[in-house]
């Protein structure tokens, strides 16, 4: 005996978080691909702009913040004023706070701390992701959320290193088409949601108000502005709601199975 723990059960808890941790890690497979040459390339502007090798990674590891660190990058190299900086990386990042708003609602069963490694890690492929996984019925574990988190984080920090070090190898990304990963891995992530009511107003609105915004007051603010105007028509064709979306985990499923089976 050993204490009331059977090993097949402890063997079967660990193979079926193996499994989640393994489905995350293949949802994060294609965006590894797509974001690399915007990690590299983040490693090359660094050293440009005076950090050394260990100063570039140590920033993508401790910030993980994709896109925000190019611009703040590029930003302190022309040595712009501090609040512009600021100004210019909220733009960037404002969509994060609609982020956080709703894969809030999806993780609240996770503990305090698994919460602040979740929102530490949070991105839009962990967005959209973990939206997509609550959609199909499918259970939202702390463990198949990072899954999908760590594999992306590690590529991410290993990919500044490569850009640092060889970058003067590396030629012009856009010159083989390489930029156009990431535009057509995330044009693949709202495809996946047109089955959604109301898909279409709320994705015009968007794309026209980015656009607009693109050229009429510039880069980065069109991001922000595009949510927003994704949010404003949302909200002007929403209809109000009879039930409140359930969230899956895995503790609900034995009370679920045991449901069906009384009926």
């Not at 497979?29 to 570039?56: C, H, K, Q, R, T």
């Not at 009370?255 to 009384?262: L, S």
């Amino acid at each position: 005996m050993m204490d009331g723990c059977n090993p097949k059960s402890l063997s079967d808890a660990q193979t079926g978080k193996l499994a989640q941790f393994w489905d995350g890690a293949k949802r994060g497979g294609p965006v590894m691909a797509a974001v690399a040459p915007f990690g590299i390339l983040f490693g090359v502007v660094a050293v440009d702009n005076g950090l050394n090798v260990s100063e570039s990674v140590w920033m993508s590891a401790a910030l993980f913040a994709g896109a925000s660190q190019l611009v703040g990058m590029e930003l302190f190299g022309k040595h712009v004023a501090p609040w512009m900086i600021l100004l210019s990386i909220f733009a960037v990042n404002f969509r994060h706070v609609l982020y956080s708003a709703g894969t809030g609602r999806l993780i609240k069963h996770f503990t305090p701390l698994q919460q602040i490694v979740a929102f530490f890690f949070l991105t839009d492929v962990q967005y959209a992701e973990s939206e997509k996984q609550a959609e199909q019925k499918k259970p939202i574990t702390f463990v198949w959320y990072m899954g999908l988190a760590i594999p992306l984080y590690l590529s991410w920090v290993v990919e500044a290193y490569i850009g640092a070090t060889f970058g003067g190898l590396i030629g012009d990304p856009k010159s083989i088409g390489l930029d156009m990963l990431l535009p057509i891995y995330f044009l693949g992530l709202v495809m996946g949601f047109r089955s959604r009511t109301n898909w279409f107003p709320i994705v015009a609105a968007s794309s026209v108000s980015s656009v607009a915004a693109y050229f009429w007051i510039g880069s980065p603010w069109h991001v922000t502005v595009g949510a927003i105007g994704g949010i404003v028509m949302a909200v002007v064709i929403a209809k109000p709601q009879a039930g409140r979306e359930t969230v899956i985990t895995l503790d609900d499923e034995p009370a679920q199975a045991g449901k069906e089976q009384a009926q």
